[in-house]
């Protein structure tokens, strides 16, 4: 199957929100089947409709966001705990340290989710460079 439904099946496939197709791991198309085989590596297809996934390159998109939006507050928890309190070492160890792994690692997958969606629905490609166009007659004399 190609990426994109002809005319006469893209009646088949619902219209899913990127977000909530994204969110819960699930194909863009249909919406049911798997978009990771791994924790973050995108299963080759869907294995419900038989999306290709090849379309799909989130890059460094969740790790982005995860660091803008998740680590900060908790690197300020810890920073925080650490101007506070000036606990020993091994506080941190229990309070920073898995509250900075449970901010980070988890919201991966389904930002990652999100973002293929994303480039699902709204037909996202990679960027091509217009070929150069000379300007008209009229244009040159300014």
């Not at 099946?9 to 791994?38: H, Q």
């Not at 980070?104 to 037909?123: D, T």
């Amino acid at each position: 199957m190609t990426d994109t439904p002809t005319s006469a099946t893209a009646k088949e496939w619902p219209d899913l929100s990127p977000v909530r197709s994204g969110l819960a791991m699930r194909c863009p198309r249909c919406g049911k089947g798997k978009l990771f085989n791994g924790f973050l590596t995108l299963a080759p297809r869907c294995d419900v409709c038989g999306l290709d996934y090849t379309f799909a390159d989130p890059a460094d998109g969740p790790a982005f966001f995860v660091i803008c939006f998740t680590c900060v507050p908790a690197i300020a928890l810890a920073v925080w705990i650490e101007v506070h309190f000036s606990p020993p070492w091994w506080v941190h160890v229990f309070t920073s340290l898995p509250a900075i792994l449970l901010f980070c690692i988890p919201p991966l997958r389904p930002l990652k989710g999100w973002l293929v969606a994303s480039q699902y629905y709204y037909k996202a490609e990679e960027g091509r460079l217009a070929p150069a166009q000379e300007p008209a007659p009229h244009q040159l004399d300014g």
